[in-house]
């Protein structure tokens, strides 16, 4: 899902797990948390050139669509919306939640992720083509912007 996520989004994402124990929920999370660390590293060198700060995606494969919102803000927030999954190539639809959560805790970010189909791996894979999209957006350069983000009050902390 982080290869569909990096190419929609245009990204080069490298990533190494090394761990003694499997713990699927921590992994993913952590995981999530160091992404959006990165990006919102990438965010704030790139603030003073005027960067649009708000994104927004969809995705489709076969019967799936997802629909992604993302601000950054340097506030914490996400509504996660789709059917539960048990099982998803592997790895459960709870750790797959927890990788977005911590996705949006390392990158102070909001998010809004909205997904639907019948077959688990079509509708995640939907939701993170969505959230590619979305992220590629929030780079977008918008010269209005320059030393600013988009929430009112102007800066991250």
Same mark, same amino acid.
């Given at each position: 899902?982080?290869?569909?996520?990096?190419?929609?989004?245009?990204?080069?994402?490298?990533?190494?797990?090394?761990?003694?124990?499997?713990?699927?929920?921590?992994?993913?999370?952590?995981?999530?948390?160091?992404?959006?660390?990165?990006?919102?590293?990438?965010?704030?060198?790139?603030?003073? *050139? !005027?960067?649009?700060?708000?994104?927004?995606?969809?995705?489709? =494969? +076969?019967?799936?669509?997802? &629909?992604?919102?993302? /601000?950054i803000e340097g506030r914490v927030n996400y509504n996660i919306n789709g059917p539960e999954?048990?099982?998803?190539?592997?790895?459960?639809?709870?750790?797959?939640?927890?990788?977005? *959560? !911590?996705?949006?805790?390392?990158?102070?970010?909001?998010?809004? =992720? +909205?997904?639907?189909?019948? &077959?688990?791996?079509? /509708?995640?894979?939907?939701?993170?083509?969505?959230?590619?999209?979305?992220?590629?957006?929030?780079?977008?350069?918008?010269?209005?912007?320059?030393?600013?983000?988009?929430?009112?009050? !102007?800066?991250?902390?």
């Amino acid at each position: 899902m982080i290869e569909t996520l990096a190419y929609r989004a245009n990204l080069n994402i490298g990533l190494l797990v090394d761990t003694k124990v499997n713990l699927e929920h921590t992994i993913s999370e952590d995981t999530g948390i160091t992404l959006g660390r990165a990006l919102l590293e990438m965010f704030k060198s790139k603030v003073n *050139e !005027g960067i649009e700060g708000f994104g927004s995606g969809k995705g489709v =494969l +076969d019967e799936a669509f997802a &629909d992604a919102i993302i /601000s950054i803000e340097g506030r914490v927030n996400y509504n996660i919306n789709g059917p539960e999954f048990q099982n998803v190539d592997g790895i459960s639809g709870y750790s797959l939640v927890a990788f977005l *959560e !911590g996705f949006c805790q390392g990158c102070q970010c909001t998010l809004k =992720l +909205d997904y639907s189909g019948k &077959d688990p791996h079509h /509708s995640w894979e939907a939701a993170f083509r969505a959230l590619g999209y979305a992220i590629k957006e929030v780079y977008r350069t918008n010269e209005w912007r320059k030393g600013t983000i988009s929430a009112l009050k !102007g800066t991250l902390e």
